[in-house]
């Protein structure tokens, strides 16, 4: 397991550790069973009016295997919650091999969002796990695999700082969308899974390798707690929370592994309980103009951003990144001085990235609308076909051993 050097981002960053919210909430816990022992994974979900899901959430939870349940607990952040969630949580407890905390906070207007509700349940989640423990998130309206914290306990055992599951929408729910919807849906999902190939063969990374996805989604998200004390606890974003914690481990160069051994199946309502979140997306697909999922962008941006971060990465490795620094300068298109200032105040190669990515025009995001997806699609599909058949080369290419011999 990484060991983060917190001694060097304190320097860097100043205080990293978890901090509680200024504000007092008043958070009421109440604990249903368990010892008095830390436990070693704790699963982290917020809340809010799901008095008809959470059960079954729970019940997933409850049938996974290959795990021991004395090792684990669930924090329930109830954030906002006005129709019986807590009650039907305390009915179903007892029936539940797992402990179970139960956080009751009604949030001021300015923080009852995802971002906010995300966090504290992660944070109580870091406060009562053992140290060298594990932290995972999920949604109440989402139900695990029954190999889920054990598939993401493998992920983290073979040396992964982060994962991020593989998410897949409720079948029977999306049967019951519009047509055009789906049609919108179906689309986006094989861009995605392109965008995800593309990225991996252009620029390659030993703990991420292919096959894998490009999703960081919080229904579906763990990390050691070693990793979550590192980045200072989740960014509470009101939207895009999850992406912004995934961001963070990047930034200090944490190894995340996308996974498609850590699956769970997520509700594909249009009657969602976060604003801006998938509820709201499967709503605004009926509109041609609005941007697909903000993780796509067109087909040569992921391309030029993939080629760029991997051939600057090497050079980061190689210490060729100060020499290299007026062509880098020109290929990005900001002032030599921004680059090296960005290349001294940095010590990890995911900071000094996000750095260059937030000045340089020519990282900018370019968002797939659904005019353009079709098209997209066919030019994101014709580069993933040029490097299969560059790296089925590669592989089918004699060693220079065997040419030597």
Same mark, same amino acid.
């Given at each position: 397991?990484?060991?983060?050097?917190?001694?060097?981002?304190?320097?860097?960053?100043?205080?990293?550790?978890?901090?509680?919210?200024?504000?007092?909430?008043?958070?009421?816990?109440?604990?249903?069973?368990?010892?008095?022992?830390?436990?070693?994974?704790?699963?982290?979900?917020?809340?809010?009016?799901?008095?008809?899901?959470?059960?079954?959430?729970?019940?997933?939870?409850?049938?996974?295997?290959?795990?021991?349940?004395?090792?684990?607990?669930?924090?329930?952040?109830?954030?906002?919650?006005?129709?019986?969630?807590?009650?039907?949580?305390?009915?179903?407890?007892?029936?539940?091999?797992?402990?179970?905390?139960?956080?009751?906070?009604?949030?001021?207007?300015?923080?009852?969002?995802?971002?906010?509700?995300?966090?504290?349940?992660?944070?109580?989640?870091?406060?009562?796990?053992?140290?060298?423990?594990?932290?995972?998130?999920?949604?109440?309206?989402?139900?695990?695999?029954?190999?889920?914290?054990?598939?993401?306990?493998?992920?983290? !055992?073979?040396?992964?700082?982060?994962?991020?599951?593989?998410?897949?929408?409720?079948?029977? #729910?999306?049967?019951?969308?519009?047509?055009?919807?789906?049609?919108?849906?179906?689309?986006?999902?094989?861009?995605?899974?392109?965008?995800? !190939?593309?990225?991996?063969?252009?620029?390659?990374?030993?703990?991420?390798?292919?096959?894998?996805?490009?999703?960081?989604?919080?229904?579906?998200?763990?990390?050691?707690?070693?990793?979550?004390?590192?980045?200072?606890?989740?960014?509470?974003?009101?939207?895009?929370?999850?992406?912004?914690?995934?961001?963070?481990?990047?930034?200090?160069?944490?190894?995340?592994?996308?996974?498609?051994?850590?699956?769970?199946?997520?509700?594909?309502?249009?009657?969602?309980?976060?604003?801006?979140?998938?509820?709201?997306?499967?709503?605004?697909?009926?509109?041609?103009?609005?941007?697909?999922?903000?993780?796509?962008?067109?087909?040569?941006?992921?391309?030029?951003?993939?080629?760029?971060?991997?051939?600057?990465?090497?050079?980061?490795?190689?210490?060729?990144?100060?020499?290299?620094? #007026?062509?880098?300068?020109?290929?990005?298109?900001?002032?030599?001085?921004?680059?090296?200032?960005?290349?001294?105040?940095?010590?990890?190669?995911?900071?000094?990235?996000?750095?260059?990515?937030?000045?340089?025009?020519?990282?900018?995001?370019?968002?797939?609308?659904?005019?353009?997806?079709?098209?997209?699609?066919?030019?994101?599909?014709?580069?993933?076909?040029?490097?299969?058949?560059?790296?089925?080369?590669?592989?089918?290419?004699?060693? !220079?051993?065997?040419?030597?011999?």
């Amino acid at each position: 397991m990484r060991v983060f050097g917190l001694d060097g981002l304190k320097r860097v960053y100043g205080r990293v550790m978890i901090e509680s919210a200024k504000a007092d909430f008043g958070i009421e816990v109440e604990r249903l069973g368990g010892g008095d022992t830390a436990p070693r994974i704790v699963v982290a979900i917020p809340v809010k009016d799901e008095v008809e899901r959470i059960p079954l959430c729970l019940e997933a939870l409850g049938l996974q295997e290959d795990v021991d349940f004395a090792d684990i607990a669930v924090v329930l952040l109830l954030n906002n919650t006005t129709d019986g969630t807590a009650e039907i949580v305390r009915q179903v407890a007892p029936l539940l091999p797992y402990r179970i905390e139960i956080h009751s906070v009604n949030l001021p207007k300015a923080y009852a969002n995802a971002g906010w509700a995300r966090k504290l349940a992660m944070d109580a989640a870091a406060a009562l796990v053992a140290p060298d423990g594990l932290i995972l998130t999920t949604d109440a309206d989402t139900l695990a695999h029954e190999e889920w914290i054990a598939a993401n306990r493998r992920e983290i !055992e073979a040396g992964h700082d982060a994962v991020a599951g593989y998410v897949m929408a409720d079948p029977m #729910e999306l049967m019951q969308l519009p047509p055009a919807i789906l049609e919108r849906g179906s689309l986006e999902w094989e861009y995605q899974q392109l965008a995800a !190939e593309l990225d991996a063969r252009v620029d390659p990374e030993a703990h991420d390798a292919w096959p894998r996805h490009n999703q960081n989604c919080g229904a579906s998200a763990a990390l050691t707690a070693a990793a979550y004390r590192a980045i200072g606890g989740l960014p509470p974003r009101p939207v895009g929370e999850d992406r912004a914690l995934f961001e963070m481990v990047r930034r200090i160069d944490g190894k995340i592994r996308h996974s498609l051994e850590v699956q769970v199946v997520t509700s594909a309502r249009t009657d969602g309980r976060a604003s801006g979140g998938l509820a709201d997306e499967i709503r605004l697909r009926t509109d041609p103009d609005h941007p697909c999922d903000d993780a796509l962008e067109v087909a040569m941006s992921t391309f030029r951003r993939a080629l760029w971060r991997g051939q600057l990465r090497d050079q980061w490795r190689m210490g060729q990144a100060e020499t290299r620094a #007026e062509s880098w300068a020109r290929t990005l298109r900001i002032p030599v001085e921004a680059y090296r200032t960005a290349l001294g105040r940095h010590p990890y190669f995911g900071a000094f990235w996000a750095e260059l990515e937030s000045q340089s025009p020519r990282l900018a995001w370019r968002l797939v609308t659904m005019a353009g997806l079709k098209r997209e699609i066919r030019r994101i599909r014709r580069l993933v076909d040029t490097l299969r058949a560059r790296d089925k080369a590669a592989a089918n290419a004699p060693s !220079e051993n065997v040419r030597a011999a």
